[in-house]
T-cell receptor, first 115, second 108 residues
Framework: DTGVSQDPRHKITKRGQNVTFRCDPISEHNRLYWYRQTLGQGPEFLTYFQNEAQLEKSRLLSDRFSAERPKGSFSTLEIQRTEQGDSAMYLC?????????????FGPGTRLTVL | AQRVTQPEKLLSVFKGAPVELKCNYSYSGSPELFWYVQYSRQRLQLLLRHISRESIKGFTADLNKGETSFHLKKPFAQEEDSAMYYCALVQAGTALIFGKGTTLSVSS
């Protein structure tokens, strides 16, 4: 297991298109998080799964955003009708619920550019 | 509101000099605080957590509840310490709230 992986690493799309990102967590980790990071900012929390259940969503997650983790393993984050303001790095992280809370393992991120 | 503030965007020091990266927080309750680091072309990774009271790569951080601070310190900086450092706290036991980060640049 080489850690958390994300696909694609880069995505360029036109405004109004839909995009979907995938995250594969560390295999034994049951918690999965999505964050968004824009230039000059730290990562901002979007949503969190425990197994397949989406337990928390940030106000940043507008109705154009949807995330799933259908079998409690990989997760997808979809953005519909992309806007230029969606351009950012999207980070996925995972953790084990018995680990110290806050100990999260991050993926390399997917950089989204909306033209 | 829960918030993490890192007042310095950039900290430049010479090799062998002491380093202190500042972090202040706003949180109602008992905070759990962390430092994460991102080296060039690498992913974000945990450096240390206050609950463990550990020293990692020569770095330490002490939680000061009176001053609501969790500054990261190292007595003698090394060039390989150059990176982006983020202070973070745990919100409601799940998500991390990050500061904006401080770039540490160590030159010889």
């Amino acid at each position: 297991d080489t850690g958390v992986s994300q696909d694609p690493r880069h995505k360029i799309t036109k405004r109004g298109q839909n995009v979907t990102f995938r995250c594969d967590p560390i295999s034994e980790h049951n918690r999965l998080y999505w964050y968004r990071q824009t230039l000059g900012q730290g990562p901002e929390f979007l949503t969190y799964f425990q197994n397949e259940a989406q337990l928390e969503k940030s106000r940043l997650l507008s109705d154009r955003f949807s995330a799933e983790r259908p079998k409690g393993s990989f997760s997808t984050l979809e953005i519909q009708r992309t806007e230029q303001g969606d351009s950012a790095m999207y980070l996925c992280a995972s953790s084990f619920d018995r680990a110290v809370v806050g100990t999260q393992y991050f993926g390399p991120g997917t950089r989204l550019t909306v033209l | 509101a829960q918030r993490v503030t890192q007042p310095e965007k950039l900290l430049s020091v010479f090799k062998g000099a002491p380093v202190e990266l500042k972090c202040n927080y706003s949180y109602s309750g008992s905070p759990e605080l962390f430092w994460y680091v991102q080296y060039s072309r690498q992913r974000l990774q945990l450096l240390l957590r206050h609950i463990s009271r550990e020293s990692i790569k020569g770095f330490t951080a002490d939680l000061n509840k009176g001053e609501t601070s969790f500054h990261l310190k190292k007595p003698f900086a090394q060039e390989e310490d150059s990176a982006m450092y983020y202070c973070a706290l745990v919100q409601a036991g799940t998500a991390l709230i990050f500061g904006k980060g401080t770039t540490l640049s160590v030159s010889s």
